[in-house]
């Protein structure tokens, strides 16, 4: 079982910055790489970073690549995104989510969520 809780989010105006984090948790945590999806009203899951345990390699969608960046913190047991430049159409709730790295990719699938964190850009 593993456990994630995510936190960081909140009302920004376009062009600020924020960072989520994830704490992770849980005896078969280490097992599996890790990503933020969003979901906006009205619209299908998007995977918008993943990061694989193993080696720490990371993917990012072309919706945010170069704005958004995906890291962890072993030590804190923790998954960070890091958004910058953010734009209304970064509006959505934003989870964590565990599983492999190639599903975790297609956004269609996990092993694992937490609940979210709401990130709203508006002026």
């Known amino acids: 079982q593993v456990q994630l809780v995510e936190s960081g989010g909140g009302l920004v105006q376009p062009g600020d910055s924020l960072r989520l984090s994830c704490l992770v948790s849980g005896r078969t945590a280490s097992r599996y790489d890790m990503a933020w999806f969003r979901q906006a009203a009205g619209k299908e899951r998007e995977s918008v970073a993943v990061?694989?345990?193993?080696?720490?390699?990371?993917f990012h969608s072309d919706s945010v690549k170069g704005r958004f960046t995906i890291s962890r913190d072993n030590a804190k047991s923790t998954i960070y995104l890091q958004m910058d430049s953010l734009r209304p159409e970064d509006t959505a709730l934003y989870y964590c989510?565990?599983?492999?790295?190639?599903?975790?990719?297609?956004?269609?699938?996990?092993?694992?969520r937490g609940q979210g964190t709401q990130v709203t850009v508006s002026s």
């Open positions: 989510a565990a599983g492999s790295a190639q599903v975790l990719t297609t956004g269609r699938s996990y092993n694992y």
């Open positions: 990061i694989r345990w193993r080696d720490g390699n990371t």
